[in-house]
């Protein structure tokens, strides 16, 4: 199969064949429309965050928490209260995200530092009918979110079973170059499952373990000479 540019509704039907996005739509990776194959690119980061207000199910007669991980693996999206599902939903928060309303905005810079790293990267002209990250890819790699603003996910097995079997499902539907970690945790986790498995993914693509965007702006671990800004830069350019 060629894969030239991204068809979002033909991709979107495909990936929902695994029932895990199936049952949780609002999952599904952010797949920008002008991904093309010399440049395909993901991104992947460790978990989105909820704010503890609302663990709740929808019908919570038994006023269940989410926070347990086989509750949250059990229920579909027609179980989750809205509010809980728009922290989840990763393409409405990196549309948010760089949006010119200050209130849909706030919060998320994470991915406003990713579209200038993209946009150097790739040698970007300033373009206002896109954004840099329609040229790439974003997901988070534990399904799972965080239930403390801010903190990184406890990992149990299960979100590390779900994660790689999420990943490959998306690597097996969407033609992805180049992975680029953001969060060290996502990458152990994965690379651990995956060299077990007889580096079935790594096989096929070049992988790199990087840091969050937050502390882009520190020395690389890798090279201290440059940030962690440059060391991403120099991975797209290369």
């Known amino acids: 199969m060629k894969y030239q540019t991204i068809s979002t509704t ?9 029932d895990y996005f199936k049952m949780r739509p609002f999952l599904l990776p952010h797949l920008g429309n002008r991904i093309i194959e010399s440049k395909s690119v993901l991104f992947i980061m460790e ?9 709740e ?6 006023n269940l928490k989410l926070d347990a991980p ?14 809980f599902k728009e922290y989840l939903n990763t393409r409405k928060i990196i549309n948010h995200s760089e949006s010119v ?23 970007l002209k ?6 840099p990250l329609d040229y790439v890819g974003i997901y988070n790699y534990f399904q799972r979110p965080s239930y403390k603003p801010a903190a990184s996910i406890n990992v149990c097995e299960k979100d590390k079973t779900v994660a790689y079997e999420a990943l ?8 992805f170059n180049k992975i680029v970690f953001t969060s060290a945790k996502a990458y152990d986790c994965f690379f651990k499952i995956d060299s077990l ?7 096929n693509r070049i992988i790199y373990r990087g840091t969050h965007p937050r502390a882009w702006g520190r020395a690389c671990d890798y090279k201290k000479t440059i940030t962690w800004k440059q060391w991403i830069i120099n991975r797209l350019r290369t």
């Open 47 to 55: 978990s989105h965050y909820v704010d503890p207000a609302f663990f």
């Open 168 to 175: 490959k499902h998306i690597l097996n539907t969407v033609h």
């Open 101 to 123: 309303d200050k209130n849909l905005a706030k919060g998320k810079s994470v991915y406003r530092k990713l579209s200038s790293v993209v946009k150097e990267g790739f040698n």
């Open 197 to 203: 498995n007889n580096k079935e993914i790594q096989a």
């Open 57 to 62: 199910y929808q019908d919570d007669k038994e």
């Open 126 to 131: 300033e373009n206002n009918d896109c954004s």
């Open 10 to 18: 033909v991709y979107d039907n495909l990936l929902c064949s695994l």
């Open 70 to 83: 086989e509750l949250f693996y059990n229920i579909n999206e027609k179980g989750l209260t809205s509010k």
